[in-house]
């Protein structure tokens, strides 16, 4: 063999011998096991829920040893359901899941508990408590609050006088159930205050809820108030009524207050009010690794809310850079 051929193998050797050094070992590589994490999306067509996953996603950057496989259920719950059997076959340390329907993911929610895999419920419950923790606002709350402020836009505590149409958000939804039940608390006791419709649901769609908007201004002369389960309901009931020439004879009443949408409705003057329900995202991520790091988590996180009415929109807008 040449000289130089000698020479390139000893300095192959040494370059393969430096590498093998700075390779971890097994035991390290072990230590850099990442926790896989899935998360079942109901739909990512709404804003709310597209910023729920933005929040999932920003939390999931802040922690190397996580990887999170996130699906989209296409607001269908066949899809969803499909979406976590994958999720269970793929034998996820954790699952978090927001369901389309409580009663709809609640079999395939049970398969995983079943599995042994850790399960965190997301905004909408399931009709099972077997599940690890819920992380979601109180919906009750919120409707109360949504009440209590039509009470006071109507005209107040015991003279309260108006008519009320209520958009409903997905029927088959606790969610939907309470915003309606806990505004009803307080509005329910003013004899003045008239609702004008039966369980009119627009799926959390703006869409849907200004054509329901667009049937009760042509069936009803007199409309005061409205009240959509969430921001873009009451946001195309507005429009609905500004296509129509009367939105100025009516207060609308949101709830979800993204900066970007409903607070900035409320900045506008289209919206008299919106209530915030943060999304579960972050906190959720960030209890599932708790859990998985073998710390305690409790058995429901219930997120805080507030009131947002012209009086801090325009600040809270400041604050997110709008």
Same mark, same amino acid.
């Given at each position: 063999?040449?000289? #130089?051929?000698?020479? #390139? ?68 719950? *066949? ?8 999720? /269970? #076959? ?49 919906? +009750? ?5 949504? $009440? ?21 958000? $997905?029927? !088959? ?5 309470? #915003?309606?039940?806990?505004?009803? *608390? ?6 003045? /205050? ?15 809820? @200004?054509? /329901? ?7 009803? *002369?007199?409309?005061?108030?409205? @009240? ?6 009451? @946001? !195309?009931? @507005? ?16 709830i979800d207050g993204l900066p970007g949408e409903g607070v900035t409705w409320v900045n506008n003057g289209e919206l008299s009010a919106t209530f915030l329900y943060a999304t579960p995202g972050a906190e959720g991520l960030r209890q599932?690794? +708790? ?24 600040? /809270?807008?400041?604050?997110? $850079?709008?």
């Amino acid at each position: 063999m040449k000289r #130089r051929d000698i020479m #390139r193998l000893a300095v192959l050797a040494a370059a393969l011998a430096a590498t093998t050094a700075l390779l971890p070992s097994r035991d390290a590589l072990a230590q850099d096991k990442k926790w896989r994490i899935g998360f079942s999306q109901a739909t990512t067509i709404e804003p709310w829920r597209a910023q729920f996953n933005k929040d999932i996603v920003a939390e999931a950057a802040k922690h190397p040893e996580v990887e999170l496989i996130i699906t989209d259920g296409g607001d269908k719950t *066949e899809k969803q359901v499909a979406d976590v059997e994958n999720l /269970i #076959r793929q034998e996820v340390d954790a699952l978090l899941v927001s369901p389309k329907e409580s009663a709809g993911l609640t079999g395939v929610v049970q398969q995983a508990i079943d599995a042994k895999i850790p399960v965190f419920v997301l905004d909408r419950n399931v009709d099972t408590d077997k599940y690890n923790q819920f992380v979601g606002g109180d919906n +009750k709350l919120i409707g109360r609050a949504a $009440g209590e402020y039509a009470v006071e836009l109507l005209g107040g505590k015991g003279k309260a006088q108006g008519n009320v149409v209520e958009i409903w958000g $997905g029927m !088959g939804t606790q969610p939907a159930h309470d #915003r309606h039940d806990g505004f009803h *608390e307080f509005t329910d006791k003013e004899p003045g /205050i008239k609702n004008l419709l039966d369980q009119q649901s627009g799926d959390w769609k703006q869409d849907q809820a @200004y054509n /329901i908007m667009a049937t009760a201004l042509r069936n009803n *002369e007199k409309i005061d108030l409205v @009240y959509g389960h969430n921001d873009p309901m009451a @946001y !195309g009931a @507005y429009l609905a009524a500004k296509d129509a020439g009367r939105e100025k004879e009516i207060k609308f009443i949101g709830i979800d207050g993204l900066p970007g949408e409903g607070v900035t409705w409320v900045n506008n003057g289209e919206l008299s009010a919106t209530f915030l329900y943060a999304t579960p995202g972050a906190e959720g991520l960030r209890q599932a690794i +708790k859990f998985l790091n073998g710390e305690k988590v409790e058995k429901t996180v219930t997120l805080n809310t507030m009131k947002i009415t012209k009086d801090n929109a325009a600040q /809270i807008m400041k604050d997110n $850079g709008l």
